[in-house]
């Protein structure tokens, strides 16, 4: 099992940068295929971006291809979403999202019941 926290969200301006962390804390970091989600309220939870456990493969939502970057350190146990030119509308709880791989994969997940393990959310909030 594992848990995650994540950190990094808050107000910021249209334009402006934001850098999620998500840290991760139990079985080791390196067997999981990670992902960021969001959930904007009355929305449902929506895909925004996964790395895979092996070759650190990336995939993003077309919403925030270009401007998001999601990246991994094994050494820290944590995966970062770095936001730029962020837009109001990507306002939303974000949250990070842990799936287990028993085998070596470069798979990539995309969809919220793919994942075994959620973060509690960190809240981004984009001004005009």
């Known amino acids: 099992q594992v848990q995650l926290v994540e950190s990094g969200g808050g107000l910021v301006q249209a334009g402006g940068s934001l850098r999620l962390s998500c840290a991760a804390s139990?079985?080791?970091?390196?067997?999981?295929?990670m992902g960021w989600f969001r959930q904007a309220p009355g929305k449902e939870r929506e895909f925004v971006s996964a790395i895979s456990q092996t070759n650190w493969n990336t995939y993003y939502a077309a919403s925030v291809k270009g401007r998001f970057t999601i990246s991994r350190d094994n050494a820290k146990s944590t995966v970062y979403l770095q936001m730029n030119s962020l837009k109001r509308e990507d306002t939303a709880v974000y949250y990070c999202?842990?799936?287990?791989?028993?085998?070596?994969?470069?798979?990539?997940?995309?969809?919220?019941?793919?994942?075994?393990?959620w973060g509690q959310g960190t809240q981004v909030t984009v001004s005009s």
């Open positions: 139990g079985r080791t970091f390196s067997m999981y295929a």
């Open positions: 999202a842990a799936k287990l791989l028993t085998y070596s994969s470069e798979n990539l997940y995309s969809r919220t019941y793919d994942y075994d393990y």
